[in-house]
């Protein structure tokens, strides 16, 4: 699938959204954390990704054209938490309290660990997989790991295994 092209607008509103939300974690924080790189390189159905070492937020192109106010309000600072989470805490639990403080003390965002996009635009060849209360789509990586015997995946909602049907 080809990367769609970004009205510049659209990264402008992306890009003020992170500097404004960077320079109230500094002002909060009292501290002066540099601006992290801005990549639309994401693919797959992940809204976007932080890169701790190359301290980088890679966003969704697809999810962030179909989602652009969620995109500004929530992802874009989800990821700035991961980076400034790991500039003062260093490397812990992806979203754990330090996190959590960092989105809802400082950045001021409810701290949801996922998105509800609709993933049709950006979900390839699934798999169904079912647990005790409900199908799931495991993406072909997750299919082929668990026929190579390499991993098996656990419901999030009953905990239960999940079984190719």
Excluded at 28 to 54: F, H, I, K, N
């Amino acid at each position: 699938m080809k990367t769609p092209r970004l009205p510049i607008a659209l990264q402008q509103a992306v890009m003020r959204s992170l500097r404004e939300k960077l320079a109230q974690a500094n002002l909060t924080l009292g501290r002066d954390y540099p601006e992290p790189r801005l990549v639309y390189q994401q693919r797959g159905t992940s809204a976007g990704t932080a890169w701790l070492d190359a301290y980088e937020i890679r966003l969704n192109p697809v999810l962030l054209m179909e989602n652009p106010q969620a995109f500004i309000d929530e992802v874009v600072p989800h990821e700035l938490a991961h980076l400034l989470v790991w500039k003062r805490f260093g490397r812990v639990a992806p979203h754990g309290k330090e996190w959590k403080w960092m989105m809802e003390s400082v950045l001021g965002v409810p701290a949801r660990r996922t998105h509800s996009f609709a993933l049709e635009s950006v979900r390839r060849n699934t798999f169904p997989y079912r647990c005790q209360c409900q199908q799931h789509q495991l993406t072909i990586r997750r299919h082929n790991r668990v026929v190579r015997g390499e991993a098996s995946y656990r419901c999030v909602k009953c905990g239960e295994p999940l079984v190719a049907e």
